[in-house]
């Protein structure tokens, strides 16, 4: 089973996203990585390259990709300092919600508090990530915050199957 997680952030117009993601395969993280707006000309072509990273894992023949996915919610806290804005992220969480459904790939969202779960102390306990100075990597590649935020979703969703903890 291969389980797809992301970390997405719709910025495009609205400063510079970066979605993370990572690949499970049979609950053992295999690949890991991120995708920049700003390495786009446009929204479409960013959010097709995320859809993109799907179309690669899915295998037609089989039912064998799960997608694991941040949800959004708007806090109250932060409604006023997002007045105005187009809400960029919750828009790609739709296409990607869209595209899952069109192709019948199950799609699970959850909580940004998940990520609690699995803090950068945590992943270096267990072997996951190693700190090297300031800064992190998994499998001698340099992380960034939205990478391990996939992982920490990817690890969350393989431990509990997406039940509320």
Known sequence: ?????????????EGKGITGWALFIDGKLKDFGDIRS?????QILYWSRILSKVR?????????????????????????????????T???????????????????????????RFSDEILVKQGIIEKRNKLYY????????????????GLYYTKYKGESK
């Open 138 to 153: 998994c499998q001698d590649k340099k992380t960034n915050d939205h990478m391990r935020d996939a992982i920490r979703h």
């Open 38 to 42: 700003e390495d786009f000309e446009t």
């Open 1 to 13: 089973m291969k389980i797809l997680a992301f970390d997405p952030s719709g910025n495009f117009h």
């Open 56 to 88: 690669e894992n899915h295998s037609w023949d089989e039912d064998d990709l799960e997608i694991v996915c941040e949800s959004y919610k708007l806090q109250a806290s932060k409604a006023m300092a997002q007045s105005w804005s187009t809400l960029e």
């Open 90 to 116: 919750p828009q790609l969480i739709g296409v990607i919600r869209y595209y899952c459904g069109d192709f019948g790939i199950p799609i699970h969202f959850q909580d940004p508090s998940c990520k609690i």
